[in-house]
């Protein structure tokens, strides 16, 4: 039951005019914006929600030469702030302070399959009136382009997503230490929570809090909530610290499960230490041992056939790749018997798991969370990630046989003033939407083709309000470019066909480039093509404005295609699925 306490804050919605206020208001969809709890919130099943955050000047207090970064650093570790509060001069800081973000509020946007608003929900948070210290609230960090991915539940029931316990306008939270996990070697002294959460078709939320992701953040999660289970899964980056890491920031990194609260978040136990589902390490394939902790830096997450797939593409640790996880057993030596070296594909036995991996202590220091459940999806890049020219993100299967990998591209941004580009990021050729195809006779995955057109990759784009020329501080272009894709979602078409909506990723000359105005794209790609089809080109639906970054794209809480489809044609008479039935043809 959802209690009047996850529920949040009851009443009458707001205006964007109220966020203008405080500086930075002006929204890209300009529509009422509703607070958690109100009776008349109810998200369309088929409709897209959108995460975006909305940086908020009046809530940061940084002062130009006289803040010390991070927030309660030790003598001798601290830095002094080069820039004071205002958007996005701010994030010139992170050239003193390699740990520095400024936690936002959450808006949730429902949108029509063609983009049009169809209305906004906040997530509750310390800039609400009616919300303390005691009541339920959330928020992301600006600037971290990896949080905030939204995924359907298996039942579809609601979306998960992931954040932190703590006040808007806060410095460093991205990179704070957990409550119960705490690195001493941490340049950023503070401690907060991390947080699940889950929003209904009501726009009612539910907060589960945990001590996984210490000195990193916490980026996606995706709810089991299928035949009774009621656990999430969990994908993030732990350790913000020296080297070796501490055992609890190596069992709080990676693949994490958690069961559900149904209490508010003041009035939960303490969610005690991490509990992991999955680890993987690079000496499984045969690669001379990394950073302990870190092989596991996951991003994007997905569950398609009873199998967890992750990816990871960022950090000079592990393998950029496409992982999935298998319980389906080991052999004598600990090995997965799906790959025993490493790499393999899902066993047909393979099983959601609903309880954490049961690991060697002993171990952690050396071989870290063991045994290794997790192996490298076959045909997926397994070089080491000091090598790597991948860098995959978000995921989606269309069926069994094809998979979209969104590739965010490697963020160099190399900038020619000749040609007013970034020029890097145009030579790429694999950043985009990847299409990977299964090959029955081998076994093996292999990528079609990347689909590109569109997204001008390299070429600056103008946001209104946003600094125009140089900025001084790096020397280059304060105008972004898409870089790649992160977050994605899809469904397939009557025609046989699949769209898919992806968040981009941008390169730029501004002082954090998650920091950036970014955009919200879709294209349609034929299914059955395994080389590039001619006339697919993306097409933007939404760039984010000044102060705004979007985050996480899927369908909306009650959503089920597969189910709709089995419905017979008499449900397009339904009033909840006559929008579906019209935009679907």
């Given at each position: 039951?959802?209690?009047?306490?996850?529920?949040?804050?009851?009443?009458?919605?707001?205006?964007?005019?109220?966020?203008?206020?405080?500086?930075?208001?002006?929204?890209?969809?300009?529509?009422?914006?509703?607070?958690?709890?109100?009776?008349?919130?109810?998200?369309?099943?088929?409709?897209?929600?959108?995460?975006?955050?909305?940086?908020?000047?009046?809530?940061?207090?940084?002062?130009?030469?006289?803040?010390?970064?991070?927030?309660?650093?030790?003598?001798?570790?601290?830095?002094?702030?080069?820039?004071?509060?205002?958007?996005?001069?701010?994030?010139?800081?992170?050239?003193?302070?390699?740990?520095?973000?400024?936690?936002?509020?959450?808006?949730?946007?429902?949108?029509?399959?063609?983009?049009?608003?169809?209305?906004?929900?906040?997530?509750?948070?310390?800039?609400?009136?009616?919300?303390?210290?005691?009541?339920?609230?959330?928020?992301?960090?600006?600037?971290?382009?990896?949080?905030?991915?939204?995924?359907?539940?298996?039942?579809?029931?609601?979306?998960?997503?992931?954040?932190?316990?703590?006040?808007?306008?806060?410095?460093?939270?991205?990179?704070?230490?957990?409550?119960?996990?705490?690195?001493?070697?941490?340049?950023?002294?503070?401690?907060?929570?991390?947080?699940?959460?889950?929003?209904?078709?009501?726009?009612?939320?539910?907060?589960?809090?945990?001590?996984?992701?210490?000195?990193?953040?916490?980026?996606?999660?995706?709810?089991?909530?299928?035949?009774?289970?009621?656990?999430?899964?969990?994908?993030?980056?732990?350790?913000?610290?020296?080297?070796?890491?501490?055992?609890?920031?190596?069992?709080?990194?990676?693949?994490?499960?958690?069961?559900?609260?149904?209490?508010?978040?003041?009035?939960?136990?303490?969610?005690?230490?991490?509990?992991?589902?999955?680890?993987?390490?690079?000496?499984?394939?045969?690669?001379?041992?990394?950073?302990?902790?870190?092989?596991?830096?996951?991003?994007?997450?997905?569950?398609?056939?009873?199998?967890?797939?992750?990816?990871?593409?960022?950090?000079?640790?592990?393998?950029?790749?496409?992982?999935?996880?298998?319980?389906?057993?080991?052999?004598?030596?600990?090995?997965t018997l799906a790959c025993p070296t490493g790499v393999g594909v899902p066993s047909p036995?393979?099983?959601?798991?609903?309880?954490?991996?049961?690991?060697?202590?002993?171990?952690?220091?050396?071989?870290?969370?063991?045994?290794?459940?997790?192996?490298?999806?076959?045909?997926?890049?397994?070089?080491?990630?000091?090598?790597?020219?991948?860098?995959?993100?978000?995921?989606?299967?269309?069926?069994?046989?094809?998979?979209?990998?969104?590739?965010?591209?490697?963020?160099?941004?190399?900038?020619?003033?000749?040609?007013?580009?970034?020029?890097?990021?145009?030579?790429?050729?694999?950043?985009?939407?990847?299409?990977?195809?299964?090959?029955?006779?081998?076994?093996?995955?292999?990528?079609?083709?990347?689909?590109?057109?569109?997204?001008?990759?390299?070429?600056?784009?103008?946001?209104?309000?946003?600094?125009?020329?140089?900025?001084?501080?790096?020397?280059?272009?304060?105008?972004?470019?898409?870089?790649?894709?992160?977050?994605?979602?899809?469904?397939?078409?009557?025609?046989?066909?699949?769209?898919?909506?992806?968040?981009?990723?941008?390169?730029?000359?501004?002082?954090?480039?998650?920091?950036?105005?970014?955009?919200?794209?879709?294209?349609?790609?034929?299914?059955?093509?395994?080389?590039?089809?001619?006339?697919?080109?993306?097409?933007?639906?939404?760039?984010?404005?000044?102060?705004?970054?979007?985050?996480?794209?899927?369908?909306?809480?009650?959503?089920?295609?597969?189910?709709?489809?089995?419905?017979?044609?008499?449900?397009?008479?339904?009033?909840?699925?006559?929008?579906?039935?019209?935009?679907?043809?």
């Amino acid at each position: 039951m959802i209690t009047e306490g996850t529920r949040s804050l009851a009443g009458r919605s707001r205006l964007i005019s109220r966020l203008a206020a405080a500086l930075l208001a002006s929204t890209a969809l300009g529509s009422t914006l509703a607070r958690a709890g109100e009776n008349d919130v109810h998200f369309q099943p088929g409709h897209l929600l959108l995460s975006r955050t909305v940086y908020d000047n009046n809530a940061v207090s940084i002062t130009a030469g006289t803040t010390q970064l991070p927030p309660n650093c030790t003598p001798g570790n601290c830095a002094t702030a080069n820039v004071g509060s205002t958007y996005p001069q701010v994030f010139n800081n992170d050239q003193v302070d390699g740990s520095f973000g400024v936690t936002a509020r959450i808006i949730l946007d429902e949108l029509k399959l063609d983009g049009n608003l169809a209305q906004s929900l906040e997530v509750p948070n310390s800039g609400d009136r009616d919300v303390t210290t005691s009541r339920d609230q959330m928020v992301t960090s600006f600037s971290s382009k990896s949080e905030m991915a939204l995924n359907l539940s298996l039942d579809h029931r609601t979306v998960s997503f992931m954040g932190y316990l703590a006040p808007i306008g806060a410095i460093d939270v991205s990179n704070s230490n957990t409550p119960d996990v705490v690195d001493p070697t941490n340049p950023v002294s503070s401690s907060y929570f991390r947080v699940a959460a889950t929003v209904d078709e009501n726009g009612h939320f539910r907060f589960t809090k945990t001590n996984a992701y210490s000195g990193n953040n916490g980026r996606a999660a995706i709810l089991n909530d299928a035949n009774g289970v009621d656990v999430f899964y969990t994908t993030g980056n732990a350790g913000n610290g020296a080297n070796p890491q501490p055992n609890g920031i190596i069992v709080g990194a990676g693949a994490q499960i958690m069961t559900g609260a149904h209490a508010p978040l003041a009035q939960q136990p303490d969610p005690g230490l991490p509990t992991p589902v999955g680890s993987f390490n690079v000496t499984q394939l045969g690669l001379k041992a990394d950073k302990i902790g870190k092989d596991t830096n996951f991003r994007g997450l997905t569950v398609f056939n009873n199998v967890i797939y992750m990816t990871k593409g960022s950090g000079s640790n592990g393998v950029n790749t496409v992982y999935f996880i298998d319980n389906s057993g080991f052999d004598a030596n600990g090995k997965t018997l799906a790959c025993p070296t490493g790499v393999g594909v899902p066993s047909p036995s393979a099983k959601l798991p609903t309880t954490p991996i049961v690991y060697d202590a002993s171990k952690l220091q050396t071989l870290g969370v063991t045994p290794d459940n997790m192996c490298v999806l076959k045909g997926f890049p397994t070089n080491s990630a000091k090598t790597a020219t991948a860098f995959p993100f978000g995921i989606w299967f269309a069926d069994p046989k094809t998979l979209y990998v969104a590739d965010e591209g490697d963020g160099t941004a190399t900038y020619s003033t000749a040609s007013n580009t970034y020029t890097a990021a145009a030579a790429q050729t694999t950043a985009g939407l990847q299409k990977w195809v299964f090959n029955d006779t081998t076994g093996t995955w292999t990528l079609a083709y990347t689909l590109q057109a569109g997204l001008q990759l390299g070429v600056p784009y103008t946001v209104q309000g946003y600094p125009a020329g140089t900025n001084a501080v790096t020397g280059l272009p304060w105008s972004p470019a898409n870089d790649g894709l992160r977050n994605i979602t899809g469904r397939l078409n009557r025609d046989g066909t699949a769209t898919i909506w992806a968040i981009t990723s941008t390169v730029s000359g501004s002082g954090d480039q998650g920091a950036d105005p970014n955009k919200l794209v879709m294209i349609t790609d034929k299914l059955a093509a395994t080389a590039l089809p001619a006339g697919e080109s993306f097409a933007t639906m939404r760039t984010a404005r000044f102060g705004e970054a979007l985050r996480g794209i899927s369908f909306t809480p009650g959503t089920d295609f597969d189910r709709d489809d089995r419905a017979d044609a008499g449900s397009c008479g339904d009033s909840r699925h006559r929008d579906d039935c019209r935009e679907a043809d």
